[in-house]
C-alpha cells in the first residue's frame, strides 16, 4: 500500500516537476527578450542571442513562441502586466488629495526606475499597436489603472475636494504623459536648458512640478 501511495505520489510530482521547468524556460527566455528589444528594437532583435542569454538553444525559444513578434508581444504584455501590480500593491492615503500625489510619484519613479518599459511601448507605438493588438486586456490588468483613478477621484468629489465629472482615463494619461515625456526626454532636456532631470533634486523638482498641474485640474477653485 505504502508503495502504490509513493509510486503515485511520484507521478503527480514529475508533471508539476515538468511544469515548474517549463515556467523558468519561459521565464528566462521572456527576460532575455526584454533586454535584447529595448536595446536593439523589435527588428534588430536577435533570436539567436535571446537564446544565449536565456540559456537555451534557438529552437527552444521558438517552441514557446512561434515567432519573434509573438515573443515581443508577450514581453509587452509582461511588462504592463507588473507595472499594473506593481500599482495595485501601493499603499494608499486615505485623503484623495495625498493619494493623488502618491500616485504621480510612483508613476514618475517607475518610469525612471524602469526606463525600458518606455522603450517597449514606444517600440510597440511605431509599429502601429500591432502586436498587443491581438492580447486581451484583462490578461494585463490593463483596467486596473482606470478604477484606481476613479476611486480616488470618487473620495475627492464626495469630500467636496475635487470638482465632479473628471474623466479619470484623462486624468490619467495627464499624469503618465507628463511624466514619460520628462522621464523619456532627459538628454534633449539636458542639451536644450542644461537641466540634468537625472539628478536627484532636479527630479524632485520636476515632480513637485507635475503634482502641482494635476492637483490644479483636479481641485475645486475654492480649495486651491
Known sequence: MTDDMNASSQETALPRSHAERTSRTRRAILVAAASEFVAHGLEGANIEAIATSAGVNKALVYRHFSRKEVLFRHVLEDAYRTMRDAEEKLQMPDDPVAALDRLTAFTFDYYTENPGFLTLVGIENLHGGD??????????????????????LERGANAGLFRSGIDPVELWLSISGLCWATVSTVHTIRF??????????????????IQEMIRRYTLRPDHL
Open 131 to 152: 502586436n498587443i493588438r491581438d492580447s486581451d486586456p484583462d490578461a494585463v490588468h490593463a483596467g486596473n489603472i482606470a478604477r484606481m483613478v476613479a476611486g480616488i
Open 192 to 209: 536644450n536648458f542644461g537641466r540634468d532631470l537625472l539628478d536627484r533634486q532636479e527630479r524632485a523638482v520636476r515632480l513637485a512640478h
